[in-house]
């Protein structure tokens, strides 16, 4: 599958787009089985030069949402393994084993899958909640004790 996207260009700290490239990178990332066997994904992507000379950053890989930089694992793989625990009953080394990830991938999967689930549940994004108890409110059945 060949597909291209124009933000995959764009250097990641100062967002202008580049249009001088320096090399090639081939990339393995992992991603869901098809039909219970392993798919076998290759990514042949540019590395781009920064043209702002202000920018920190020389040079920088293409990166897509599904497939962050840096990452060996496809968004929809870590999707599938924090869902197999959160949704389906499984144990993270259960998953880990049905998905052919280490341990500490899957933990961090679930954990990223539980902290989605409580940002929808809440009504709003995890980082946004506010705590009652810091704020000098009781929860409910929490007030003084009578005698």
Known sequence: MVHSH?????????GVRSGRPHS???????????????????????RWRCVNGQCRRKTF???????PPR?????????????AVA?????VVQAARDFEVSWPVANTAVT??????EGH?????PGDR?????EGEVPPGRGARRR
């Not at 990223?112 to 689930?117: D, H």
């Not at 506010?130 to 810091?134: E, H, S």
């Open 6 to 14: 124009e933000q995959a260009r764009c250097c990641p700290d100062c």
């Open 24 to 46: 090639w990178v081939r990339t393995r990332p992992r991603d869901l089985p098809v039909a219970g066997r392993r798919t076998g994904l290759t990514w042949t992507k540019r």
């Open 61 to 67: 890989t293409e990166a897509l949402p599904s497939i």
């Open 71 to 83: 990452s060996r694992l496809t968004s929809r793989l870590r999707t599938s393994v924090g869902e």
């Open 87 to 91: 949704d389906r009953g499984r144990t």
């Open 112 to 117: 990223a899958a539980a902290e989605a689930a």
């Open 121 to 125: 549940a809440a009504g709003d994004a």
């Open 130 to 134: 506010r705590d009652p108890t810091r």
